[in-house]
């Protein structure tokens, strides 16, 4: 049976097929979990990175995990808040949702998901937590792999919205 859980703390340490990053379009590195992910994997991810040509809101891109202990990176990049009638949910839902082909396609049993869009692009949790959980539950119904999708919590207010979505859901 695939499940999902919650796992707190940092996404970097996780033994996981792959691991999810919140990128910013330019996929270069930044702050926040980006900017852990990066320099956890080496200089390698950067300089794999930058043959991409970047990626727009919505869709995500599979590097190596490089010196990660995840096999691979999955660069998507959530939208920025800008009150909800900019196409938001969507673009969000598009980021779990390509995340989550990539690592089908690449037989990936186990990911982890940061909560994306969450931090310095200002998606309420509430809201956010929302989305991804009824977009990883939709997709799970559907596919085989992954088995298990971790939503990997820094901080306690994320691990309770996480936990009030699986609730409700
Ligand atoms: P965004 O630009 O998509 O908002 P951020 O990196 O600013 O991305 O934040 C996304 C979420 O990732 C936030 O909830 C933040 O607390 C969390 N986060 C930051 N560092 C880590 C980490 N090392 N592991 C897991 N989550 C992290």
Redesign the pocket.
């Known amino acids: 049976m695939p499940e999902i859980r919650i796992e707190e703390g ?3 340490r996780l033994d996981v097929d792959a691991i999810v990053n ?1 990128a910013n379009s330019t996929l270069l590195g930044g ?4 900017g ?1 992910i990066h320099r956890a994997a080496g200089p390698q991810l950067k300089a794999h990175c930058a043959g991409l040509g970047g990626c727009p809101t919505g869709e995500a891109r599979i590097t190596p995990g490089f010196n990660l202990p995840a096999r691979y990176v999955i660069h998507t990049v ?1 939208p920025v808040w800008r009150g909800g009638n900019d196409n938001e949910p969507d673009l969000l839902e598009s980021c779990y949702r390509q995340s989550l082909g990539l690592a089908a396609e690449h037989d990936c049993r186990s990911v982890a998901f ?8 200002g998606y309420p949790l509430e809201q956010a937590a929302a989305v991804a959980v009824s977009t990883v539950q939709h997709f799970l119904q559907s596919h085989e792999q992954p088995a298990t999708v971790l939503l ?1 919590c ?2 306690d207010a ?1 691990a309770s919205a996480y936990r009030q979505a699986l609730e409700a859901g």
């Not at 940061?114 to 692009?121: D, K, L, Q």
Request: proline share 5%; charged share 10%.
């Open positions: 940092d996404i970097t919140a702050g926040g979990v980006d852990a959530g940061p909560a994306i869009s969450c931090g310095v692009y990997c820094f901080g994320v």
